[in-house]
């Protein structure tokens, strides 16, 4: 069995942990959770780390079980919120739960015999427990003051819009979680971002006090950003791993686009590579941030979304400057095509319109609003000047017909210098 533990050091994803839960993982195979909670249809960027705990957590010979919180999901964790959370129904709750089994599937190994991954849900078991005979058998395990220390708890109290009794219940259900599967599947471990110790640390109390049965708990640094911010955000909200609320392409994007401060923490985060690989890749590329990032964003992109979205989104993404762009626009999904110009100024021209233009020069000049050059005396400087080019062919002649190729039958790419394209949609 691999050191669980010592994996976790090396990639800076420990930040806390009960005493001799490293004696218990390396004594023998230990089952183990982390929680998800089910109130969107997809998880995000910002739930890969702890994802990334289960997946070394298997690796190092453990047992991993991922539970979806069907029946905590309707309360709401206050840990991190400032704010009551909206409930959701039965229904939406059970399809976004099948939907994050679908992408854990990805990354957890759930035939892989004795510590196969499984999946369970909090609903199956608190949809029986009778409202008194919680209090009874539960609640009285633990008192006010305990759970009244807990920072979730007292960041709502003192900085927030207060607590219900619904939100401060809540520890006392994620801790009964952890009872139900220490009792039900000897899990002897929780873990979790490590804005989750207050609530593990309660199950694990819980596991004292009623069974006097020992557990333990561990939990991953929040990520943040080189700047302290949450990391996980793009400029749009959440990076989805579901390819319908986060494309492909956008997802491989954002790779491409954080700090260069980031990345070696995101590699030793989400990289499946070894220690001697990572620190052998940062050595070759240590003056090129932009070859790791590639790295990171094509490792990333076809665990999630496949090898045949990763080959179509790389070379959508070169398409700007790429010698094959043509043959690429041709083939490519069209709405991946517009994704690749997402950036670039577009224009809309009408087919009647540019019949009817003489040349060139007025074609990237008054026809397109002065949008792509101000004059016609601008754009025959700019092609004396080898600037311009119409769908990656060079403009030679200021007076050259307008009787180019239209891409797709509806779009000309029309580029003033090296970096500045224009998109142009005739309808």
Not at 9 to 36: C, N, S, V
Not at 125 to 142: H, S, T, Y
Not at 242 to 250: G, I
Not at 383 to 408: G, H, T, W, Y
């Amino acid at each position: 069995m691999k050191n669980f533990v010592e994996e976790l050091r090396w990639r800076g994803m420990l930040h806390d942990m009960m005493p001799e839960t490293e004696a218990q993982l390396q004594k023998e195979m230990t089952a183990g959770y982390i929680g998800f909670d089910p109130t969107a249809a997809s998880l995000h960027i910002g739930n890969l780390a702890t994802i990334m705990l289960l997946v070394h957590f298997q690796k190092a010979g453990h047992k991993p079980f991922a539970l979806v919180g069907g029946a905590t999901g309707m309360i709401g964790d206050p840990s991190g919120k400032s704010a009551e959370r909206q409930f959701l129904s039965v229904e939406t709750l059970q399809h976004n739960q099948a939907c994050i089994k679908q992408q854990l599937e990805k990354f957890l190994d759930f035939d892989a015999g004795a510590n196969a991954a499984e999946m369970v849900n909090n609903y199956d078991w608190f949809q029986e427990i009778k409202f008194l005979d919680f209090l009874r058998d539960v609640g009285k395990r633990l008192t006010v003051n305990y759970m009244m220390a807990k920072d979730s708890v007292k960041n709502r109290l003192t900085e927030g819009s207060g607590i219900s009794f619904t939100e401060f219940s809540y520890q006392l259900l994620q801790g009964y979680d952890f009872y139900h599967l220490y009792k039900h599947h000897n899990c002897k471990l929780q873990m979790g971002g490590s804005d989750q110790w207050g609530n593990i640390t309660t199950g694990t109390e819980l596991i004292r006090r009623i069974d006097e049965g020992k557990a333990y708990a561990l939990t991953c640094p929040l990520l943040t950003k080189a700047d302290g911010t949450k990391f996980g955000k793009s400029e749009q909200g959440n990076v989805w791993l579901d390819a319908s609320m986060t494309s492909p392409y956008k997802f491989y994007q954002f790779w491409l686009n954080v700090d260069d401060k980031d990345l070696g923490k995101l590699l030793r985060v989400f990289s499946l590579k070894e220690k001697e690989a990572i620190e052998a890749l940062e050595t070759e590329n240590s003056t090129n941030p932009n070859a790791l990032k590639r790295a990171l964003a094509e490792e990333l992109t076809a665990r999630i979304h496949g090898e045949e979205n990763l080959a179509a989104v790389v070379k959508a993404s070169s398409i700007l400057f790429s010698k094959d762009a043509l043959d690429t626009i041709k083939t490519i999904d069209e709405a991946l095509l517009l994704e690749a110009f997402d950036e670039v100024p577009q224009i809309e021209l009408s087919k009647s319109v540019l019949q009817n233009v003489e040349n060139i020069t007025d074609f990237l000049s008054s026809t397109t609003q002065n949008l792509i050059f101000s004059s016609k005396g601008e754009v025959r400087r700019a092609i004396q000047n080898n600037a311009v080019s119409i769908n990656k062919v060079k403009v030679k002649d200021p007076n050259q017909a307008v009787d180019f190729e239209l891409l797709r039958d509806k779009y000309i790419i029309a580029q003033n210098g090296k970096r500045k394209h224009y998109l142009i949609k005739v309808v």
